[in-house]
């Protein structure tokens, strides 16, 4: 399997998916980190991927979301945007809706 099919199997397999530098339990900067505390208050299950395991995974994932940077957050099968965003739509309630969905 190609990464880029790869990619495109666990946003769609995986309610949430985040891309991120670190893992859930050590990211690697502070917006990953920002990432993973929204999504943990929020006591969600989610899979995450660590890009720095794989400079090719950023690549492809860029071509996928057609967004730049890390983290990137997918909600079913949806690309959500990064840090900015997530963190608007979580001090919103925006977020906490989305995800009782």
């Known amino acids: 399997m190609e990464l880029q099919d790869k990619i495109k199997k666990d946003i769609a397999d995986n309610k ?3 891309y991120m530098k670190g893992t ?3 990211p690697m900067c502070g917006f ?3 990432v993973v505390n929204i999504l943990n208050t929020h ?6 991927t660590n890009v720095l395991e794989d400079h090719n995974i950023r690549h492809e ?3 996928v979301s057609n967004w730049p940077t890390i983290p990137q957050l997918f909600f079913n099968g949806e690309f959500i945007g990064g840090c ?8 919103s309630g925006e977020l906490a809706n989305l995800l009782k969905k």
Do not use: G, Q, R
């Open 84 to 91: 900015d965003i997530a963190v608007e739509l979580h001090n």
């Open 61 to 63: 994932l860029a071509k």
């Open 43 to 48: 006591n969600v299950d989610y899979k995450a």
């Open 16 to 18: 949430i998916m985040l």
């Open 32 to 34: 990953s980190s920002t």
């Open 24 to 26: 859930k339990e050590m």
